[in-house]
């Protein structure tokens, strides 16, 4: 299982984790912040579980490059 998680409320924007991880991720027309697709809402963080393990590869790349490391991406 591949857990992928995103902290919306501190998106600033930039838009890296769309040009990453464009099957996962894309820009909210309504606040411009990442909208983590598919994913359930607990408080604040978003979180998509997936037994696809092809995600991660892309979910990682999307991870580092995000400035204010909002995004986790963790294997079980």
């Not at 994913?39 to 790349?61: D, M, P, R, W």
Request: glycine share 4%; hydrophobic share 40%.
């Amino acid at each position: 299982m591949v857990i992928v998680t995103l902290q919306r409320d501190k998106c600033i924007g930039c838009n890296y984790c769309v040009e990453m991880a464009p099957a996962q991720f894309q820009m909210s027309k309504k606040d411009g912040k990442s909208v983590l697709i598919n994913s359930q809402n607990a408080k604040g963080f978003y979180t998509l579980k997936s037994h696809q393990h092809i995600i991660v590869e892309a979910c990682e790349l999307a991870a580092k490059a995000c400035p204010v490391k909002i995004i986790s991406v963790k294997e079980t």
